[in-house]
């Protein structure tokens, strides 16, 4: 299970962290991620981490403002997100996938998600 936790109402510039807390005890097995979805659109990729927390991958648009990390101890994952901008305003969910990709299919474990909205 996977519940997010984090998000928020924040002006264009800002910054928020979002945390993801997972159960099981298999958790430092999965590659973690972060995908969002904003209004009318479909849900797409943010960034991944995989297992042992040493190598991200970012999509284009985030790369160099987000930050994604984890500690395998505590069953957590982190999201760091700097200079939002409008365009960031999404419901942002965590998952877990066995594979190393940033493929939406490939992930068969998802949070609730959590809104964040960033204002002009």
């Known amino acids: 299970q996977l519940v997010e936790s984090g998000g928020g109402l924040v002006q264009a510039g800002g910054s928020l962290r979002l945390s993801c807390a997972a159960t099981?005890?298999?958790?430092?097995?999965?590659?973690m991620a972060w995908f969002r979805q904003a209004p009318g659109k479909e849900r797409e990729f943010v960034c991944l981490i995989n297992e042992s927390g040493f190598i991200p991958h970012y999509s284009s648009s985030v790369k160099g403002r987000f930050t994604i990390s984890r500690d395998n101890a505590k069953n957590m994952v982190y999201l760091q997100m700097n200079s939002l901008k409008p365009e960031d305003t999404a419901v942002y969910y965590c998952?877990?996938?066995?594979?190393?990709?940033?493929?939406?299919?490939?992930?068969?474990?998802w949070g609730q998600g959590t809104q964040v909205t960033v204002s002009s």
């Open positions: 099981g005890r298999t958790f430092s097995s999965y590659v």
């Open positions: 998952a877990a996938s066995l594979v190393f990709t940033a493929t939406l299919s490939s992930y068969d474990s």
